[in-house]
């Protein structure tokens, strides 16, 4: 059974700094293009960041590129998003995901396989 786990969300002040982890279980997580996506209230979700397999290459939303990067370690079978310089507007629930694809289709919403349960991010003013 697959299972995806975020952690380390919680409330920051804005210019503040946080950083996630998600970890994974029960796929060959090297295998894997990862991404982390989020959806603030009353919006739809929204991309944010994609890794490829082996951390080459990497994608971002341009909401959040250069503040936000993206990593993985493959011995861990964990994937991370350091959220640097945070606002107001960066609050959401914050959701890892991996998909057996490349990472522009992840950041397109496509070839997602699995999903993890969310980890929530405020940002106070």
């Known amino acids: 059974q697959v299972q995806l786990v975020e952690s380390g969300g919680g409330l920051v002040q804005a210019g503040g700094s946080l950083r996630l982890s998600c970890a994974a279980a029960?796929?060959?997580?090297?295998?894997?293009?990862m991404g982390w996506f989020r959806q603030a209230p009353g919006k739809e979700r929204e991309s944010v960041a994609a890794?490829?397999?082996?951390?080459?290459?990497?994608y971002y939303s341009d909401s959040v590129k250069g503040r936000f990067t993206i990593s993985r370690d493959n011995a861990k079978n964990a994937v991370y998003l350091q959220l640097n310089s945070l606002k107001p507007e960066d609050t959401a629930v914050y959701y890892c995901?991996?998909?057996?694809?490349?990472?522009?289709?992840?950041?397109?919403?496509?070839?997602?396989?699995?999903w993890g349960p969310g980890t929530q991010v405020t940002v106070s003013s």
């Open positions: 995901n991996a998909g057996a694809t490349t990472p522009a289709n992840i950041m397109r919403g496509m070839g997602t396989a699995y």
């Open positions: 890794i490829s397999w082996s951390g080459a290459t990497t």
């Open positions: 029960g796929l060959t997580f090297s295998g894997y293009t």
